[in-house]
Structure formats: structure tokens, C-alpha cells
């Protein structure tokens, strides 16, 4: 082995591995590089656990002269008896390393090792990768070498690893910071909160196309079950809305009870104000039947469901907004308020989906003019739009 060149690498480590644009250059390079040091590296993984209400870990696996395969794992996996009886789950748990010498047929300890035993894998090591916050996640190496790792090797690996924990728990905690913030706020806010859009009172305006939807009966559907019933069918509902607004290049940014607040913005990277709109209503009619198919067994009857939208276009004020050190990223101004009163309006007429003038002027076509509204707060009247293929429900 070139042990200068390892004591490089580990350098390299330490300082961030900046010439690697990202987590797989990283991962190529770091394996490349100690393959040349004298490491008959075959199959190296990483293998990262997420904070993340969907995706219990991600894991990278370099094999040489191949694309590093990046993939992720969910919750299932901790039913897995693959996992739950594999080398990395010891890793995870007690934090320790996993070695098994896999030429012969000796070590039968894990079904993995058959399976690499398959490839030609004479040798394996599971090292942990210690973070600072005291869990433990997990690297694995392998090597077709005949007789397997020498013990100098081994050691340059257990070497090596610290740097490499480091450099991966950064990584880490930026993409945990980034996907929490697009789970809590949105990915168009999490971006920019990222970027330093972090100050009380920073707003842009931005023109964008207003969804505001809530669910009808919740108030009396509230009382009447069990909080944990209601989570439930809260959680069902919502996602008969946000696969379909976001499918359509929208963005949730509030969860308000049974409310939900979205944007769809228009601008030179999304398209012209005519498309957006369109790509809206069609949310809307994916969303209307969603939530009619939705139903909810409880006891000897069925829950069924129906919830009113207000689509709106206008100007808003996006951006950090609260008080003391509490802030919320959110959007404001006059055509959010109109969509609020025009959802209310939509409940009243017992409309699924209506709409303003502004928006229907401009999604023209299918549209039934219901009349003119007074609107609270506003010195004008607004004329109330709903879809043709929709009567008020009784």
C-alpha cells in the first residue's frame, strides 16, 4: 500500500473533500482513489440513517469501473428479517464492527454473505460511522482478493473512516436541514430559507395562482370522534389534495385544521399564466375526485366526504412573517384574502369548486357564473364563478 497517498486521502477528508460536487462524486473519488493507494476495494457501501417521517436511511454503493447507485429505504425495513439479520443492523444498534471472511463456506452467520460469497467476495467489513449527536451509521467493504484484507489494510480503513464520518455527517445534516424544511414549509420556502431568506419582514411578491381548500362538516365530524380518528381522516384528506397540487407544480405551504393553503407561481421558469391556471383546475378536478372516493369505516357505517376549494390569481407577499423569534414563511396580501372569502362563499353555495372572475377570465371555458357576492373587507363586490360540470349539493 501507498501510505503516503492514504495519509492524502484522509487530508482530503479533513479538508471537507471539496473537489467532490456531491455526495456520489464524493463516494467515487474517496473509493478511486484508495483503489490506486493499493486497497483491492470490490464493493463498498454507505448506508445513512434519515430524519425523515418517510425514509428511514439512504445508502450509496460503489462498485469499480460503475455508477455509485444511489437508493433509499423506508420504515418497512425494520420488519425485514434481511436487515434485522444483517451486519448492518449490529452496526446501527451497538455501534460496533462487523467482520466475516467469506472464502470457503465457514461463516453462514448472515444471508448477505452468501450472496457476496456469490460475486467472489473472499472478505467483509462493516465499519460504523460514528456521528457527533452519538448515533452510529454504517460503511461496508469488501474485496476479491485472494485470503482477503491483510490486517494492514484493515487498519488503514479503520484509520480512514473517522474523516470520512465527518465529511458524511455534514453532508447529512444539510440534506436532513433541506428535507425537513421542504416537509414543514415547502420546497420553494425551504430553498430559500436555506439561502439566507431568514430575516422578519424579508418578502418578495411573487404572482401566482391561490388554492384554499377546507373540508366540510369538520367542526361537527371533530366532535363527534375520537382526536385519533380524526387525525386519521385528516391525513387521508389532505392527501387527496397535495399529490395532485403538487403533480401540477404547486406548492402547500399551510396546513391551517382542516385548511390548506397553496400556491401555484407563475413566472418565466413555470410557464405563462393561462398554462398555470390550467394545470390548477385540473388539480382541482383530481382533488374533487379523490375526496369523493374517500371513505372511512367506522363502526357499522362509512364516512364519506366533501370539501370546498377557492381558486384564485393575483400579486402576493411571500415571505418571513411572526413575532419575537417565532417566524413563519407564508404568503399575504389582498388576493389571499379574497380566496379565504371565496372558499367561505364556495361552502355556502354548497359548491365544490368556484372560482373569481380574475381566475375563471383567465382558465376560460366550463365556467357557470353564480352571481355577485358581497365580500367582507372589500369596498366591491366579487362575481363567483363555479364549474359547469358541478351542481350544488343539497
Known sequence: MNVPELQKITDWLIDGARSAGSPTRMMAEICERLVAAGLPLWRVGIFVRTLHPDIYGRNFIWRPGAEVEMGTVDFNILDDPAFTNSPLAIVFTEGTEVRGRLEGLQDRRFSIFDDLRAEGVTDYIALPLHFTDGLSHASSWTTK??????????????????????????????????????????????????????????????????????????????????????????????????????????????????????VFPIDEYVGDIRQVCGQVLDAARESRASVEAMHYPIGDTVERFRFGVALHVGRILYGNIGGGNRLDFTCIGPAVNLAARLEKIAGKLNRTVVASAGFAGICAGGWDDLGEFPIAGFSKAERVYGLLDETAAG
Open 145 to 262: 482478493q485472494p485470503g482477503g484484507f491483510t490486517e494492514q489494510q484493515v487498519a488503514a480503513l479503520r484509520a480512514l473512516v473517522p474523516a470520512l464520518a465527518r465529511v458524511i455527517e455534514i453532508i447529512q445534516w444539510r440534506r436532513t436541514s433541506s428535507l425537513l424544511l421542504d416537509t414543514y414549509v415547502g420546497n420553494r420556502a425551504g430553498e430559500r430559507i436555506l439561502n439566507g431568506q431568514i430575516r422578519r419582514g424579508h418578502t418578495d411578491t411573487m404572482d401566482a395562482a391561490i388554492w384554499l381548500s377546507d373540508l366540510r362538516g369538520f367542526t361537527a365530524l371533530s366532535d363527534r370522534l375520537p382526536a385519533e380518528t380524526v387525525v386519521d381522516i385528516l391525513n387521508s384528506y389532505f392527501d387527496c389534495q397535495v399529490a395532485a397540487i403538487r403533480g401540477h407544480g404547486g406548492e402547500v405551504l399551510k396546513f391551517m385544521g382542516d385548511g390548506l393553503l397553496a
